[in-house]
């Protein structure tokens, strides 16, 4: 494939959490998590956003989300699971996607925020002004920024993508 095609980047935030008495890493989805993660998943669908990767936090919610979402999509992507996801900075998320292979075209991203909406914050350069508009309110559980780039992977930057979507459940 071209590096020079447009890659789509597609950041999702955990679903709602619950707040048990175990370790944050552990913390599974409250029941409107179960609700919100598979209506992530169909959103993508509708929208034909079926990803090639995802690179998934390694803690239980996130798990936990890209499993009730994932079962929406007509094809499952290669997942990874990846610890430097797990309560990440947006210079680190941008350092994992810089390592995504260059065949794939579709990248979905499945993490915490602060980061999910610092990363797409830093990267959208442009974008659909209704999408910035609702991305500047905040980036609350279980949304969906999609993100459109044109190159490697590894010169993913900041402000070199644009926000061409921006996706909450409620």
Known sequence: MSVDVPRNIVLLRHAKADWPQVADHER?????GRQDAP???????????NPQLTLCSTATRTRETWKLAV????K?????YEDRLYE???GQIIEVINEAPDEVR???VIGHNPGMQGVADVLAGRGDEDALTRLARGFPTAAIAVL????????LEPGTAELTDFWTPR
């Open 148 to 155: 459109r780039f044109s190159g490697p992977w590894k010169s």
């Open 71 to 74: 079962h929406q999509l007509p």
């Open 88 to 90: 990440a900075p947006p």
């Open 28 to 32: 599974p989805l409250a029941e409107r």
């Open 39 to 49: 209506a992530a998943g169909e959103w993508l669908a509708e929208h034909g956003i």
């Open 76 to 80: 499952r992507p290669r997942t990874v």
């Open 106 to 108: 579709d990248l979905l």
